[in-house]
């Protein structure tokens, strides 16, 4: 009878104590950060381009975000005088192959809205210029390095199509094909 009261004891210790371990599990995964906001330096030195982006972490290796990016009328986009954009918005889906929550290696899809000026140009003077907007899909790989203190540096390139324009008959428009390269900071909260 002692055998069986020391065994039963001994199961309740180890079931609450099994409890008690799946708990701290729960509380340590529900204090992992799930958003993360960034601004991209690369462009903003580069072709004075303010792009801010948020992200939601959805798992350990998944996340998905948004980007705003906003170009000074003017500022040539691609280094060319032809077009510029003025407004974009990035929408993607980014892969993890780290064991570490959301960091290290990358790959991207993303999709792309983009709203600029074509300028028309005769013998090297400026006529006039037509908005344009455009749809993009795109594919790339990054890195991510995340600090303890959820600080991170993104370094990131792809390349995107454009798979349609809203605006058909401009005599120059935006590239078919373009990169998209990217250095960015930001904070996972």
Not at 25 to 41: D, F, R, V
Not at 169 to 178: A, D, E, G, L, R
Request: hydrophobic share 40%; aromatic share 16%; with cysteine.
């Amino acid at each position: 009878m002692k055998i069986i009261k020391i065994t039963f004891w001994v199961v309740c210790v180890l079931f609450v104590s099994n409890i008690n371990a799946q708990e701290v599990k729960k509380i340590e995964k529900e204090k992992e950060p799930k958003h993360e906001i960034s601004l991209e330096l690369f462009e903003l030195v580069t072709i004075n381009k303010l792009e801010i982006s948020y992200s939601y972490l959805l798992n350990n290796s998944n996340s998905i975000g948004l980007t705003l990016a906003h170009t000074n009328k003017g500022e040539s986009i691609f280094g060319v005088d032809n077009f510029h954009d003025n407004f974009s918005v990035n929408m993607n889906y980014k892969h993890f192959f780290s064991e570490k929550h959301t960091q290290g290696f990358y790959i991207e899809f993303f999709g792309r809205y983009s709203n600029g000026d074509a300028f028309v140009y005769n013998n090297h003077v400026y006529q006039y210029s037509v908005e344009q907007n455009s749809l993009y899909l795109g594919a790339g790989v990054g890195y991510k390095f995340v600090t303890k203190c959820n600080f991170f540096i993104n370094v990131n390139v792809g390349l995107a199509k454009k798979v349609y324009s809203f605006n058909k008959n401009i005599p120059y428009s935006k590239p078919n094909i373009f990169v998209q390269t990217g250095i960015s900071i930001g904070k996972r909260f």
